[in-house]
């Protein structure tokens, strides 16, 4: 089955779960307009994210790694008045793209940005967290779900996007180092008292890949 196929997929199962949406197509036209790449998570993924939120009555979250505001404007928009998302960007172009887009969705209120290496943002934050989002420069995914483990409540939901990417981080002759950072974090992960995770492999308008989703204990 080919990307076309799975473009196709997640575009038929969405026409049925997920209403159009003029604020979530232009937020994808001025990325593309801004040329960030198209590596943000999926609709469909998003609205997971969503339902996430509201699932568990989240009021703060964490993510990190901003680019373009897709995911973060997901999380916002199943937050309760008086919830936040805290999102860590590197990159002074990319937060202001999803600062425009983020005011676009008219969910200023809800979201902070910060701009910066996140572990050095990571650092100064404070618990607790009920979801932190780890999806940012894969060779620090160590680091970032070190601090995610400090951040997020007892409870909390822990999930680090791309884990399976397309396969290849089983695949031992792959040793790019973003492979080699999910390929980190799984051994930490192994038998850490601290959560109990799974990762659950996905495909549709992105491909194959995958995410890993921890509770902390
Ligand atoms: C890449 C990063 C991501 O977070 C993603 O979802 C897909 C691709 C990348 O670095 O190529
Ligand atoms: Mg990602």
Known sequence: TSIVEWKRSDAYHNSFLIPKDEVIEGILKNNANNRLPDIAVSTAQGK??????RTLGAKRVLEIGTLGGFSTVWFARGLPVDGKII???LSTKCAKVAQENINSAGLSDKVEIIVGPAAESLAKLEPAFDIVFID??????VI????AKRLVRKGGVIIIDNTVWAGLVASPEHTDPKIE??????????GDPDVDATTIGTVGEKGYDGFTYAIRN
């Open 48 to 53: 997971f994210l969503n339902l996430l939120v």
């Open 87 to 89: 999102s860590l960007e």
């Open 136 to 141: 940012a420069d894969k060779p620090s995914n």
């Open 144 to 147: 970032y779900y070190k601090e």
């Open 181 to 190: 950072g999910i390929r980190s974090l799984l051994e930490v992960m192994k």
